[in-house]
């Protein structure tokens, strides 16, 4: 596999993503609400940079079988009460942009009192939203990346760095 970002690569750009979310923020009160499955480790890590008073949930969705997008279902049992409260979605990659985008319009029906979004990557020239993500640490090139999070089929979402999965990886 040919790595896309490495250990180091990855960590400064947490810390970037930290930084514009603390300085954003400051000392108010934010919710996070992270997007299963793919944003565990983003959350693990981006967390533990952040210094305000903080809450964490989950909302679990799964769209993509293989490299194919299939039919979103959104569990938002683990989100939190997010009624008046600041609330940051985390996701790991900002692709077409239908994941984010539905996550946040169900999010935006319980009334918060803000709602941004932070992903670790942005695939360049995907997007059918006519919206971004506030927080950005990364913008990569239209492949399919695994590791830090980002799985193919479940496999690989321990995988220290980001890599590209080529053909023969699939086969
Ligand atoms: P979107 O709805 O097309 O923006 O897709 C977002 C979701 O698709 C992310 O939460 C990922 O789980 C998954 N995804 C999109 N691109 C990739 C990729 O290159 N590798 C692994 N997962 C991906
Ligand atoms: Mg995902």
Do not use: H, W
């Given at each position: 596999m040919k790595t896309l970002l490495d250990q180091e690569q990855l960590n400064d750009g947490v810390q970037e993503l930290a930084d514009a979310i603390n300085s954003?923020?400051?000392?108010?009160?934010?919710?996070?609400?992270?997007?299963?499955?793919g944003s565990v480790v983003l959350?693990?890590?981006?967390i533990r940079k952040l210094n305000m008073p903080l809450r964490v949930g989950v909302v679990q969705t799964s769209s993509y079988q293989g490299t194919e997008r299939g039919k979103l279902t959104i569990n938002s049992e683990m989100m939190l009460d997010i009624t008046e409260r600041d609330v940051l979605l985390i996701d790991d990659i900002f692709d077409t942009g239908h994941?984010?985008?539905?996550?946040?319009?169900?999010?935006h029906t319980l009334g918060?009192?803000?709602?941004?979004?932070?992903?670790?990557?942005?695939?360049?020239?995907?997007q059918e939203v006519d919206w971004r993500p506030e927080f950005v640490a990364f913008d990569?090139?239209?492949?399919?990346v695994v590791g830090y999070g980002l799985d193919y089929n479940d496999q690989y979402r321990n995988l220290p760095f980001l890599a590209c999965l080529e053909e023969a990886d699939i086969a």
């Open positions: 954003q923020y400051g000392n108010t009160p934010l919710t996070i609400v992270g997007v299963l499955t959350m693990a890590d981006l994941t984010l985008q539905e996550v946040r319009a169900l999010m918060p009192a803000s709602l941004k979004s932070a992903v670790l990557l942005c695939k360049t020239g995907r990569i090139p239209d492949e399919f």
